[in-house]
């Protein structure tokens, strides 16, 4: 096999893709993607899974029965590319097996160009490596593959929003639907802007046309997500974020609205205003704090300072009793003293967030924190994540039995077939709550009444059941 060619270019793309789609229709080839990270990655496989389709390929149940197996990777924490890169060496002998399978490492992780030329050094079987801002471009590149040359494609000059790309959504609800790229906010911590480059919207009618499309295909609840959808249309765009929540409002037929991630310092007061008069918006934000030490935000470069993040939360759940705030949370920040983190645990008691995603700080190559003094110690980091997780467990409990004797619409989920036969789905404001129900309710709206609380749930009843 020919050796790859980093900034791999060929010309007349969509010829070629035409061509590979014909080829590759006829030999009835299948797939097996494997994802990490965020809600964008998954994002990114539903538009990888309908590129393959258009191609020929049919999902496979495993890796073990897939011709092409692809890694869609995650980098915001050093353990993901190690658990990365071990799931790819444990493949060495299907390879060998198989000489013909495919296998192929995408997404944020390989839009690191040192990275991505690491594992294609290391790993000698791999075929195919492509970034994030090269998605688009797969066909082409799995027409080399097969033509017998490795392929590795991680930097592209011009990045910009490509519309049309086939998607394959797993039957549902609920669906999600990207309202821009990239970030422009430079975190101190943060990997994200370097590998998803600077932020781009796409055109609001793009985005309405997409979800009035799911709608007709049956979905009912959409989550509009981006880097940071509050910065929504600053770049090219006519309208703001505010404005495209009332037109996707707009949609007949559509049910709820829910977005993520939003940034702190872009949530002003027309997004709250949007919140407040489009029904469909459900009143439920994600709200990444980090931290509550003014210090550390500063250190973060996170642009906003504790009084500023507590007064929108403030205005926030102002709007009504059972509007829920959940949030991201950083500890083992370089430099973060007892103090700093003593703020955090403060802000946690007076926010009271319904949950929150923590996290010990990850050295991330390429960012600033990674060379900031004081960078502490792995036991002092998990032992504050153990302290701040306590802390939280107790507000969830707490902010669960407010809600005994609540009633709502719910968006049933999934089945627990291990538990006792019950259903799962979520209010609006994102409680999840589970009761007595059958598989084939998935899908339907039910009201229900809470009777009961778990630590991290809601136990509930059909009403009128």
Known sequence: ???????????????????????????????????????????????????????GFTPANSKQEADLILFNTC?????????????????????EQRPGLIIGVCGCMMQQTNVANKLMKRFPFVDLVFGTNVLHRLPELLEHVLNGNRVSLTNEDDISVIEGIPSHREPSASAFVNIMYGCNNFCSYCIVPFVRGRERSRSPEAIVDEVRALVEAGYSEVTLLGQNVNSYGND???????????????????????????????????????????????????????????RILKLMNR????????????????????????????????????????????????????AAFTFKYSRRQGTIAVSLPNQIDEATKKERLKRLNALQAEMTVLNNRKYLGYSGEVLIEGFDAKGDGVVYGKYPNFKMVYFDGEPDMIGRYADVTVTGCKKNSLIGELKNG
Not at 75 to 95: M, P, Q, S, Y
Not at 285 to 294: A, N, T
Not at 304 to 331: C, G, H, M, S, W
């Open 236 to 294: 090219n765009q006519s309208i703001s974020f505010a404005e495209l929540l009332g037109r996707v409002n707009m949609v007949d037929g559509l049910k709820r609205i829910r977005f993520m991630s939003s940034h702190p310092k872009d949530l002003t007061d027309d997004v709250v205003e949007a919140i407040a008069a489009n029904e469909k918006v459900c009143p439920h934000v994600h709200l990444p704090v980090q931290s509550g030490s003014d």
């Open 303 to 354: 642009k906003y300072n504790r009084e500023q993040y507590l007064k929108t939360a403030e205005k926030l759940k102002a709007l009504r009793p059972d509007f829920e705030l959940t949030t991201d949370i950083i500890v083992g920040f370089p430099g973060e003293t007892e103090e700093d983190f003593a703020d955090t645990l403060s802000l946690v008691k007076q926010v009271g967030f319904a």
């Open 75 to 95: 980098c915001v924490r050093d353990h993901a590319e190690k658990r990365v890169f071990g799931n790819i060496g444990a493949l060495k002998e299907l390879k």
């Open 1 to 55: 096999m020919n050796s790859y060619k980093q900034d791999f270019r060929v010309e007349n793309m969509r010829q070629i893709s035409d061509s590979i789609r014909s080829r590759l229709r006829s030999e009835g080839r299948t797939y097996f993607i494997e994802t990490y990270g965020c809600q964008m990655n998954v994002r990114d496989s539903e538009s990888i899974s309908g590129m393959l389709l258009d191609c």
